[in-house]
């Protein structure tokens, strides 16, 4: 198994640019998130999915869009980049649904350094 | 609000030596709580997790305590390594059925010197 994997590792934008962070997981996990990390900060949660077709918003979600296709693939999508996105960017993903089974070990990717300029 | 604190934010500690990581807590309703490794440049690792009835838990030459009375943690390295070198999280899951209850901490990161 890969695990969870994202694409790119490091990306380069100029500000108002859109583009798509690359989750894909092959455990066929039901639940996928997106969280930023910012120095000295915890990781923030951006977007979840408990599943395909279905996401919601987590604490931190404006300037993102996700969506989820797939129970493989989810997707971050930055609308309008600004200097605030700036950021370490991390998938994660586990088994079960988000609350019930918060137990349940969540895998991270490698991440995608973010620099907005 | 639901909130995380670790402490020390950093500390350098010689091969060999223990050392112990704080974590302090105020989230509710407790459901777990998870320490992770992350390495520099990568996704952060489960290490142990925890839930109320638990107060220890080992995983090779790291063990964490946990005392839901106080609703503080602990992460005990024991006979450090130069691979210990990590940032290591503290993560408080609280009980819900919808959403993402996971809160984290802020990290501390350990630096081994030989």
């Known amino acids: 198994n890969a695990g969870v994997t994202q694409t790119p590792k490091f990306q380069v934008l100029k500000t108002g640019q859109s583009m798509t962070l690359q989750c894909a997981q092959d455990?066929?996990?039901?639940?996928m998130s997106w969280y930023r990390q910012d120095p000295g900060m915890g990781l923030r949660l951006i977007h979840y999915?408990?599943?395909?077709?279905?996401?919601d918003q987590g604490e931190v979600p404006n300037g993102y869009n996700v969506s989820r296709s797939t129970t493989e693939d989810f997707p971050l999508r930055l609308l309008s980049a600004a200097p605030s996105q700036t950021s370490v960017y991390f998938c994660?993903?586990?088994?079960?649904?988000?609350?019930?089974?918060?137990?349940?070990?969540?895998?991270f990717g490698p991440g995608t350094r973010l620099t907005v300029l | 609000k639901n909130q995380v604190e670790q402490s020390p934010q950093s500390l350098i500690i010689l091969e060999g030596k223990n050392c112990t990581l704080q974590?302090?807590?105020?989230?509710?309703?407790?459901?777990?709580l998870r320490w992770y490794k992350q390495d520099t440049g990568r996704g952060p690792v489960s290490l142990t997790i925890?839930?109320?009835?638990?107060n220890t838990k080992s995983n090779g030459r790291y063990t964490a305590t946990l005392d839901a009375d106080t609703k503080q943690s602990s992460l005990h390295i024991t006979a450090s390594q130069l691979s210990d070198s990590a940032s290591y999280i503290c993560?408080?899951?609280?009980?819900?059925?919808?959403?993402?209850?996971?809160?984290f901490g802020g990290g501390t990161r350990v630096l081994v010197k030989p």
């Open positions: 994660a993903s586990r088994r079960g649904l988000a609350g019930l089974t918060s137990y349940n070990e969540q895998f």
């Open positions: 455990m066929n996990h039901e639940y």
């Open positions: 999915s408990v599943g395909a077709g279905i996401t």
């Open positions: 974590c302090n807590y105020t989230v509710s309703p407790f459901s777990n």
């Open positions: 925890m839930t109320f009835s638990e």
């Open positions: 993560v408080v899951s609280a009980m819900g059925a919808a959403g993402n209850k996971l809160t």
